[in-house]
């Protein structure tokens, strides 16, 4: 790999895996190095800053902890996009979440329909014989890229009109709240991992039966009734799911 030498400050207080680190991480924020392009390794880092491969190996284990790069045992390392953090103590939708981090979010709907609920699910809304719900199923893409499938079922006698929203390019959440005047309370979720079934897949553009984030939603409004049952599926290689737990009593 023909690189120009970065210069190290070997006199300064900055660690050298460090500003071995930046200079590497620097170069892919920038677009230099782009994902799936390979890193150099130990001996050629130290070869090339002339410094120790145990120096060399910190740098390059940094990258990886901060999730912009991984070793494939008997290939290399390589450059990788970080995981998007989804915190599972804060009610969001997909939308918000990705303008927060500066992405652009956007849908593509796959399907729209108005459907009676099965049992279980008439349950969980608190439905009586014969209400109807609004099943949507999206992609959910960020700056273009696709990261999740949802499934929304939403209890129509709560939201009258819904069915005709073209929620390819309406916020879901943000229309419950700006045009029907909803305050969410809280939701209740499970989280659990599987694996893309072949549809899925296609969709995600990942291989068939990779790993999966998955979170099911009930969604409640501040009084207490069911908004909204939610299944999403989200790319484990692009996901992580981050919570804070707060000790209240230390032993």
């Given at each position: ?10 006199r ?8 071995i ?5 620097n ?11 390979m ?56 939308t918000?979440e ?87 309370g ?21 291989p ?5 984030l ?38």
């Open positions: 790999m023909s690189v120009a030498m970065d210069a190290l400050n070997k300064g207080f900055v660690p050298l895996y460090y500003q680190q930046q200079t590497l991480l170069r892919i924020t920038s677009g230099e190095l782009k994902e799936g392009d890193l150099e390794s130990e001996e050629e880092l130290s070869r090339r800053y002339l410094v120790s491969r145990m120096t060399a190996r910190q740098a390059l284990q940094g990258l990886k902890a901060k999730g912009y790069a991984v070793s494939e045992r008997g290939r290399g390392t390589f450059v990788m996009k970080p995981k998007l953090s989804k915190s599972i103590l804060m009610l969001e939708s997909f918000e990705i303008r927060k981090k500066g992405i652009t979010p956007s849908s593509r709907l796959l399907q729209q329909k108005v459907s009676s609920p099965d049992p279980e699910l008439a349950e969980r809304l608190k439905l009586s014989p014969g209400d109807r719900i609004l099943y949507l199923r999206r992609l959910r893409l960020a700056n273009e890229v696709p990261l999740a499938i949802e499934e929304s079922n939403i209890p129509l006698k709560r939201f009258q009109g819904l069915e005709s929203i073209d929620f390819s390019t309406c916020s879901l959440y943000e229309t419950m709240h700006d045009r029907y005047g909803i305050e969410f809280w939701a209740d979720e499970t989280i659990e991992a599987m694996l893309a079934a072949a549809d899925e897949a296609k969709l995600l553009t990942i068939n039966r990779a790993s999966l998955c979170i099911s939603r009930t969604l409640m409004a501040s009084d207490g009734s069911p908004l909204e049952f939610a299944l999403s599926r989200y790319r484990g290689d692009r996901y992580r799911a981050s919570l804070r737990v707060t000790l209240s009593q230390a032993d």
